[in-house]
């Protein structure tokens, strides 16, 4: 027995009502995706002003001119796909890593200090981004003088607490009488780590994989701040200065945003499982 | 314990400490550098009229001016309009979808929660740049034909006071709620049967079993998803920022828009540091409130 009563009533009656309940499922989903549905379509459109085409909601016309047109808009465009490409991975990689390591010693070693580092770590997911945007982009452009470098792009996330959070909480279940006897054996905190808890925690060094990738990937504002000539932008930034420079341009405006949006619903149709266990294994009470 | 256990214990353990701090360097060095400093800075610059040549301590003449500052207490306003237009439509509609979900089979569960999280993958940017046509003040934009359909007029959606924000608001209402729908899902999953098969031998129908069982049972989750997103809504701009820049006339101007602009476009820094601190003072403010008058009943 459940919130819905599967006994009473007929067949028919299920039936009948699990359709309503589809059909209002899929109404509210098309709502949703209507953007996403309206981009794709329309960047296969000609690269024409829109006022000299009334656009469609229905595929029709498939071409690829207004690819062709993002990119020709500058010749570092492709260089900007390279740069969310190159930033996304180192930062993914160095979460990976030091989330890994961190979250494992906070979760299964005793050392003094332990509790009161991690509040710390913790208590600072409450500050507002805005009250570290300004002091960060001084010390990055003013101090460290290092505006419009990947190190600007990258050095500021190379490993986040919400990462640290998350190991620490997926592996807080592995058992501690696995790691005794690791030890035991003689094992040391190294070699349980890389023997006993990564093959353990494929999943959730996966989750933070494919989360910190995507994040990083359509992170706007901050590349936006600390880069100042083209050849060092994201894709993201780059869309932003080609919709501002062409705002008559429709269809190549919509290949642009179907360009910085792509790879992320590649990853996301081939790694779903991972995305959707992320919102669940980050949800769970601290 | 006995000595023996507890020496073979220690002996055990030796190196231990060595290899946690191992471990926590890199994230230490980097939360204090990127984390640590810059919210200490914020207090210092707050009282400082802020030059890359050398500042001057100004004492709290930042936080008067703004606290004097009409655009400020605006830009409150509107983000306490852009929140409660948002955040409460966007649990309710989570909520309505999750329980919908819950009678069909788990491989349409699954299909239906992707698809609800698909936008969430897409850049801000993009997603923006879409909405801009969607908006688009002709009559061939997307929203106008749409109500042309209809016979109504066009509207110059993101361009007149009026309607530029619930233009944003519209927005939110549309954009991906999938990760709430999969916490709700969650949290429905975890309800114990036994709550049913009681209320079922009592006879109770769907809306009771929904009002005594379902709604109380949710309550924590709920809190969890209205502080978050509370939260966050506070600080949201970039879609402010992407569509209308605040304006028109300052109709958009939400907090975490005017702290950008005061820093980036006017090169305050110590204002902009006064103005986020007390963004944060607020947002500390409301969750706390949140929590003592809502989460009465609720166990953590």
């Not at chain 2, 034909?145 to 530029?164: I, M, P």
């Not at chain 2, 701009?237 to 304006?247: C, D, K, R």
């Not at chain 2, 958009?252 to 963004?279: C, N, P, R």
Request: aromatic share 16%; glycine share 6%; hydrophobic share 55%.
């Amino acid at each position: 027995m459940a919130l819905y009563n599967n006994h009473l009533g007929n067949r028919t009656t299920r039936t009948f009502r699990n359709t309503i309940l589809i059909v209002l499922l899929l109404l509210f989903a098309l709502a949703t995706l209507f953007p996403i549905y309206f981009m794709l379509i329309s960047s296969f459109g000609d690269p024409v002003e829109a006022g000299a085409i009334s656009y469609s909601l229905w595929p029709g016309k498939f071409s690829l001119e207004s690819y062709k047109f993002f990119f020709a808009f500058s010749e570092h465009s492709y260089r900007w796909i390279l740069n969310s490409l190159i930033v996304a991975t180192v930062v993914m990689v160095s979460n990976v890593i030091f989330a890994t390591t961190a979250g494992y010693a906070f979760s299964k070693i005793n050392f003094r200090g332990r509790a009161l580092l991690f509040a710390i770590l913790l208590s600072s997911m409450m500050i507002p981004y805005q009250v570290t945007q300004v002091p960060l982009y001084i010390l990055i452009v003013n101090i460290f003088q290092i505006q419009n470098t990947y190190q600007a792009l990258i050095m500021p996330t190379l490993v986040t607490v919400y990462n640290i959070f998350l190991a620490k909480q997926f592996m807080s279940s592995i058992p501690r009488e696995v790691l005794e006897s690791a030890k035991v054996e003689g094992a040391n905190q190294f070699q349980t780590l890389i023997r006993i808890i990564l093959p353990l925690s494929k999943t959730v060094m996966a989750v933070m994989a494919i989360l910190t990738f995507m994040e990083t990937w359509n992170t706007f504002f901050w590349p936006f701040l600390v880069t100042n000539t083209m050849d060092m932008q994201t894709i993201q930034v780059g869309l932003k200065n080609f919709r501002f420079a062409n705002t008559t341009y429709f269809a190549p405006m919509m290949a642009g945003a179907t360009i910085s949006a792509l790879p992320m619903f590649i990853l996301f149709f081939s790694l779903q499982r991972y995305f959707l266990e992320g919102v669940t294994v980050g949800a769970v009470k601290g | 314990m006995s000595r023996a256990t507890s020496r073979a214990r220690n002996r055990l353990n030796r190196g231990d400490s060595a290899w946690a701090y191992l471990f926590i360097i890199v994230a230490l060095l980097v939360y204090a550098l990127f984390t640590a400093y810059p919210v200490l800075s914020a207090f210092i610059i707050s009282f400082q009229e802020y030059s890359p040549r050398g500042s001057t301590y100004i004492g709290i003449d930042n936080y008067t001016s703004i606290l004097q500052s009409e655009l400020f207490y605006k830009s409150i306003r509107n983000t306490i309009i852009y929140t409660v237009l948002t955040v409460p439509v966007a649990l309710i509609l989570s909520f309505a979808v999750s329980i919908m979900i819950m009678p069909l089979q788990k491989r349409l569960q699954t299909t239906f929660k992707a698809v609800y999280y698909l936008p969430a993958v897409a850049s801000g940017v993009a997603l923006a740049v879409v909405w801009l046509w969607i908006f688009d003040p002709m009559s061939a934009g997307v929203l106008n034909r749409f109500l042309g359909f209809f016979g109504l007029d066009s509207q110059n959606w993101l361009g007149s006071s009026s309607t530029a924000m619930f233009s944003l608001v519209l927005m939110s209402w549309l954009s991906s709620h999938g990760t709430a729908i999969i916490i709700y899902v969650a949290a429905l999953l975890g309800i114990d049967s036994s709550y049913y098969e009681a209320a079922d031998i009592d006879g109770a129908n769907f809306f009771q079993k929904m009002w005594h069982i379902v709604i109380p049972c949710l309550k924590p989750t709920t809190l969890f998803l209205l502080v978050t997103g509370v939260i966050g809504s506070f600080q949201v701009f970039q879609n402010a920022y992407l569509m209308t820049g605040g304006g028109p006339n300052h109709a958009t101007t939400m907090v975490g828009l005017l702290i950008f602009d005061t820093a980036f476009k006017y090169f305050e820094f110590g204002k902009a540091a006064a103005q986020s601190l007390l963004l944060a003072l607020m947002i500390g403010i409301i969750a706390f409130l949140q929590f003592k008058f809502l989460g009465k009943d609720v166990e953590y």
